[in-house]
């Protein structure tokens, strides 16, 4: 531990009571927690089995796991649960699943399956109206509130409707033997604070806890937490209440404050050395933040110089913008002979990257999109994968009802609502359950008819599938099911032919693959489903990188762009309404600190907004950053810049750079 400093080894070796750990942007939280667990197994003698580390993404537990493998090397770590809070409830969930009336292998449902059920259930077939019901009862579950609890507080008609909508979404959830995305915290909730037994089976099991990013727990994660605690309280939260940045999908920055009130004996250790950042871009972050109300003071220093002043670009409109941060980047990368990999240019919302991206484009400049939707999450491609998911494993539920009711072929709700709920008593899969003799007593013969239809429909491709090319039996398999006709009934007419496109190309890319490699459509699907579970490692390719603000938490570049920092954007507009400018503060916070050498700020003199031109105002937090640090340029008293100097520029610098060479 030599290499750490004091408050980290402090944080490490405390394990005289629950622990809180304050942990500034860069100060190297995630070192503290990987070597406090070898701490535990090395030298205090914890069963790798006994303790859990939790996190809230694939790719920090991922990045923990490697490396506490380092650190252990030789050293055995089997059982060590390093996970998200979802797949740790997933796993209790899979063991406990019949004392909650489950099957083991019940189905988890993703945002689009869960969609269609909503839609249903709520008689509304609007995209935006069905959106906001899932949000209403996410947050509901979230915060552990029950449809009767809900009710008493719904005033909207629209509120109204949620409610009404959550009873019968969770007893279809149920009976279809599935559940939600929320329900892998709230019903191991349920669970534990039901069936004392079980409680205290998994206190035992998991003795000490570990959890990332405390301040990003909403009610239903604080609460599982002091249930898998228990009396016993052997934990360390790391957190940092300037990075609250996800109070709108129901993170609450209170349980910080609630940890002393529930812990009394809770010690703090402040992680305040920043490993990542300079002088100068600490110092703007810690003069931003102090005007937000603190929950525990902090301030972050670093030892790794002054740095260069922070530049502030303001620009007449986005498409300005857009094109003086693409040559600012260009020049900068040049003069510094830099990668690609070392820029991020970061902005509130994913429509202010259209007009970047045609910038980058035009200069053949390689990036990244964060935050975009991938080829695979479309949901005319998720139809079809739930027929190919389901041809590879007739146990597959979600599949099931997806493929069963897209295209509707005469299989209704009602009738997978007995089929789930049979399913459930016999702990079969809905697919083993239609064709038992038990089911068919339950629902009638014109109910019956379309789903064994379907079944049989799937068998007859599950025998082609090991024996006929991918590309013909796709091909087969659309036109049985008339997807083009359906999606024509659907979508508008360009939606549609965009949809069907989609289709094509998934097709095409199918079955060449299946040709090259000589694979049939199951093996096929094998490689889909790895596709689309395994991140892109995007660290190796050499881009710019544009991400949200949101998006970026977590990461770190060189060189930062914060584009469009003017009132109305950042802060958002809404957040003066719903009182979050502190929220937005510290989004802003996020984005500074995601900085290591240099940091480059600008914002638009007037931006479009539909078909017309808006005035805009440079954004509170750059005067809140202060002034000493910051270096202005451009706006109405500037000259115009001129391209032909600037292009010149560029091209002497390449030059220049080819005969370094």
Not at 61 to 69: H, K, L, N, P, T
Not at 85 to 91: D, M, N, P, S, T
Request: a neutral charge; charged letters at 25%; one cysteine or more.
């Amino acid at each position: 531990m030599s290499s750490l400093n004091p408050p980290q080894r402090e944080a490490i070796r405390y394990l005289d009571g629950p622990l809180l750990v304050l942990a500034g942007a860069g100060s190297g939280k995630t070192r503290v927690i990987t070597e406090k667990i070898a701490y535990l197994i090395d030298a205090c003698g914890f069963s790798p089995a006994n303790i859990a580390a939790i996190t809230f993404t694939n790719k920090a537990a991922r990045e923990m796991q490697e490396r506490v493998s380092k650190l252990l090397a030789d050293k055995p770590s089997k059982g060590l649960t390093i996970s998200t809070f979802h797949a740790l409830g997933v796993r209790i969930l899979r063991e406990e699943s019949r004392t909650l009336g489950y099957k083991p292998n019940f189905s988890i449902l993703d945002a689009t399956d869960c969609f269609a059920i909503v839609s249903e259930l709520a008689g509304s077939a609007d995209k935006a109206t069905v959106r906001r019901l899932q949000s209403l009862i996410s947050g509901w579950k979230n915060a552990l509130r029950s449809p009767d609890e809900a009710r008493k507080d719904a005033q909207s008609d629209i509120e109204l409707l949620a409610v009404n909508t959550f009873a019968a979404y969770a007893a279809t959830l149920h009976a279809y033997q599935a559940v939600d995305f929320d329900d892998l915290i709230g019903l191991p909730v349920a669970l534990f604070e039901n069936h004392p037994a079980v409680r205290d089976k998994w206190q035992n099991r998991l003795r000490y806890l570990l959890i990332d990013e405390y301040q990003d727990t909403n009610a239903s994660q604080y609460r599982l937490l002091r249930l898998l605690a228990g009396p016993r309280a052997a934990f360390t939260a790391v957190g940092d209440d300037d990075q609250a940045i996800y109070g709108w999908r129901g993170a609450d920055v209170e349980n910080l404050r609630g940890l002393p009130r529930d812990y009394p004996t809770l010690k703090l250790i402040k992680l305040e050395q920043n490993y990542r950042s300079t002088v100068r871009i600490l110092k703007a972050a810690n003069t931003l933040i102090s005007h937000n109300e603190k929950l525990f003071d902090k301030k972050l220093w670093s030892d790794l110089g002054h740095g260069d002043p922070i530049t502030v670009s303001i620009c007449r409109d986005s498409e300005k913008e857009a094109e003086a941060v693409v040559m600012k980047l260009q020049a900068h990368r040049f003069e510094h002979r830099g990668a690609f990999r070392d820029y991020a240019i970061l902005y509130r919302g994913n429509f202010q990257a259209r007009a970047l991206e045609q910038f980058l484009r035009n200069q053949r400049i390689p990036y990244l999109l964060s935050g975009g939707q991938s080829f695979f999450d479309k949901s005319e491609i998720k139809d079809l994968t739930a027929y190919l998911r389901l041809l590879a494993n007739n146990d597959d539920d979600p599949a099931f009802i997806r493929a069963a009711s897209t295209p509707r072929r005469g299989v209704g709700t009602s009738t997978l609502l007995a089929l789930g709920s049979y399913a459930g008593e016999r702990h079969c899969s809905l697919f083993a359950a239609a064709f038992e003799q038990g089911f068919a007593q339950r629902v009638q013969a014109r109910q019956l008819a379309p789903l064994l239809a379907f079944c049989e429909f799937i068998k007859r491709l599950q025998e082609r599938a090991s024996r006929e090319p991918a590309a013909a039996l796709l091909a087969a398999l659309l036109d049985a099911v008339a997807y083009e006709d359906w999606l024509k009934e659907r979508e508008e007419q360009r939606a549609a032919s965009v949809k069907w496109g989609n289709v094509r190309e998934f097709c095409d890319w199918l079955g060449k693959k299946g040709e090259e490699e000589g694979k049939t459509l199951v093996d096929l699907t094998q490689t889909i489903a790895l596709i689309t579970m395994l991140d892109k490692n995007e660290a190796e390719v050499d881009a710019v990188q544009l991400s949200t603000l949101h998006a970026a938490k977590g990461l770190e570049f060189k060189h930062v762009f914060l584009i469009g920092i003017e009132e109305g954007v950042l802060p958002h507009r809404e957040a003066h309404v719903d009182g979050r400018i502190e929220e937005e503060r510290r989004l802003m916070y996020v984005g500074i600190t995601r900085a290591q050498r240099s940091l480059h700020l600008s914002y638009c003199e007037r931006r479009q907004q539909g078909r017309e031109t808006i005035p805009c105002e440079p954004s509170r937090f750059i005067a809140e950053m202060g002034s000493e640090d910051l270096r202005f340029s451009g706006g109405k008293s500037a000259t115009t810049p001129d391209k032909a100097a600037n292009s010149n520029r560029l091209a002497a610098m390449k030059a220049m750079l080819g005969r370094a060479r």
